[in-house]
């Protein structure tokens, strides 16, 4: 080789080097492929925002721009496997009920936030943190809205409260029936009493006017926001409509997403739409992906919707299916047969039964390839937990759903059902694959929250003493896989994400503390100091 071109390869070399990003005196930690905690010191992050490599302590560094973390502990970025991108956004900009404890609260925050829309618009009431013992309703909105026209969605998105004037906008009156799938709930003398549940909730629903899309845009942007701040680099939405498909792409293209979208449509029709050619997989340098179908089998607990073998404890119904068993299976097999993953919600014992025997009609090729995911997993049958690992279907779990639930729970389906409720640690012995997510906004968005309710099976008051149902906690290593390797695999991503090794992205995050050495009580504490994704800061904590 002659000096010049010596010279000019000495000068690629350098450049390569000096390209690289070295993350040092960094407390690291990642999962091995075994599945055990691997510790590091310094992260090596190439030029095209992947891991080049992760050294322990004592290993000589490359060269490369350095960056020292003075000891900073810095986790794989977090995967939240089931979350609502849009409604985060929506509820983020509009009246937030969530942290109401009285519908005094409520109605007084309604009357605040009313604003000059058309409409009055808000959602995240919960009854039971009310200690109401009923239902909300219409006349009590009344009072705090006026004749114009409000919808107010439960926290768990399967009822709505609405006023008179919404009401009657709808059409919704004593002759209304129900729906297949939905309930009207009614006062003694059977008049529409204010609350909507599951499918009745479309009366009213499809009165509301579309968000602009400069609005629907803001709500993206707000989630995107909300989402890096607490140090998620990856959500799996579950439930989208072409507009949502499109808004993703848009952001895409423009550079403006900044977590990695893995989103499932909302039922056939949807699917039919966003991707008439078959599962659209991972683009835009690992941003999006639409290769997931989200099917209802019933409602939630909250509600009285899911649906159960039996009656409910507190009440003569035994929930709602949203589909006859024969065109659950049939949707199910449809959607596997083109090459789509099947994400079936299911809360109660009779649901899951269902959605898992409509799985078993799938062939077993197909169900290895598409990786089936059951969401939620809540109130499982004893006999039914085993059919999990048999059949390959993953659960998809939202852990502050239990600490959320655990008083209503025992309230609605009594002590004997709650065998195989909420029960994380057996699924996981029984060799079935855990996925972990929050279910956003219906419980905040933090993962820190859903790593301190599996590890403790507690809220963050610490209660109950000991954890509630405590045989069914995982460990933090393995609730951590969860929202790391194992929400990567839920989403078909387990190549490009989940830990920090060579050729994977470089999506990682600073935590204010080592959540691997603080109390089991204080991990939803932990803060997040910085969100990188693909080697890019996309949030900093000021």
Do not use: C
């Not at 605040?112 to 829309?117: H, V």
């Not at 025997?357 to 090729?365: E, N, R, Y």
């Amino acid at each position: 080789m002659g000096t010049k071109l010596f010279a000019l390869a000495l000068l690629g070399a350098s450049t390569a080097a000096a390209a690289d990003t070295v993350y040092s005196n960094a407390n690291g930690y990642t999962l091995a492929g075994d599945g055990s905690l691997q510790r590091f010191a310094a992260l090596v992050v190439g030029d095209d925002g992947r891991v080049k490599a992760t050294l322990p302590a004592g290993a000589a560094l490359p060269r490369g721009r350095r960056v020292d973390l003075k000891g900073a502990t810095l986790l794989p970025g977090l995967i939240d496997a089931h979350g609502h991108v849009m409604s985060l956004g929506e509820r983020a900009l509009a009246i937030d009920l969530s942290e109401t404890r009285s519908l005094a609260a409520a109605l007084a925050a309604v009357k605040a936030g009313a604003g000059q829309g058309s409409w009055i618009r808000g959602g995240g009431w919960n009854q039971e943190r009310w200690s109401l013992g009923r239902f909300p309703t219409a006349a009590e909105l009344d009072a705090a809205t006026g004749a114009k026209p409000a919808i107010l969605r439960r926290v768990d998105g399967h009822a709505i409260w609405v006023n008179s004037a919404a009401l009657k906008l709808a059409g919704v009156t004593a002759a209304t029936a129900d729906p297949a799938g939905g309930h009207i709930e009614r006062d003694a003398a059977g008049n529409p009493s204010g609350v909507l549940v599951d499918a009745a909730m479309k009366f009213v629903g499809d009165k509301v006017p579309a968000f602009t899309q400069a609005e629907a845009d803001a709500a993206l942007a707000k989630s995107l926001e909300i989402i890096a701040s607490v140090g998620l680099t990856g959500v799996h939405d579950a439930g989208i409509d072409p507009a949502t498909w499109e808004r993703y792409q848009r952001f895409a293209r423009a550079g403006r997403l900044t977590t990695r979208v893995y989103a499932m449509a909302y039922g056939p029709d949807n699917r039919a739409a966003i991707a008439p050619a078959g599962p659209i997989p991972w683009g835009f340098d690992d941003r999006l992906a639409m290769m997931a179908m989200k099917l209802q089998a019933d409602g939630a607990l909250g509600s009285r919707g899911a649906w159960l073998r039996e009656p409910y404890a507190d009440a003569a119904t035994r929930g709602l299916p949203f589909h006859e068993e024969g065109k659950l299976r049939r949707m199910i097999l449809d959607a596997s047969a083109a090459g789509f993953q099947v994400n079936a919600h299911a809360i109660g014992d009779a649901a899951n039964g269902a959605v898992l025997s409509a799985f078993a009609a799938v062939p077993d090729g197909q169900r290895a390839t598409a990786r089936h995911r059951n969401e939620h997993a809540q109130i499982v049958a004893p006999d039914d937990l085993p059919r999990f690992a048999r059949l390959g279907i993953i659960a998809s779990i939202q852990p502050t759903h239990a600490t959320s639930d655990k008083g209503m729970a025992e309230a609605r389906v009594g002590e004997a059902r709650l065998a195989g409720g909420y029960a994380w640690a057996s699924l996981l012995a029984s060799g079935a694959r855990l996925a972990g997510g929050s279910d956003f906004p219906v419980e905040p968005p933090n993962p820190f929250f859903g790593l301190h309710a599996a590890v403790t099976r507690q809220s963050r008051d610490s209660m109950p003493p000991g954890g509630w149902r405590p045989a069914e906690a995982l460990t933090l290593r393995q609730a951590f896989a969860a929202f790391t390797t194992g929400a990567a695999w839920a989403g078909h991503a387990e190549t490009q994400v989940g830990r920090l090794e060579p050729g994977k992205w470089a999506d990682f995050i600073l935590v204010d503390r080592d959540p691997f050495a603080v109390a089991p009580g204080d991990l939803w504490k932990v803060e997040v100091r910085e969100t990188w994704v693909a080697g890019k800061r996309v949030f900093r904590r000021r």
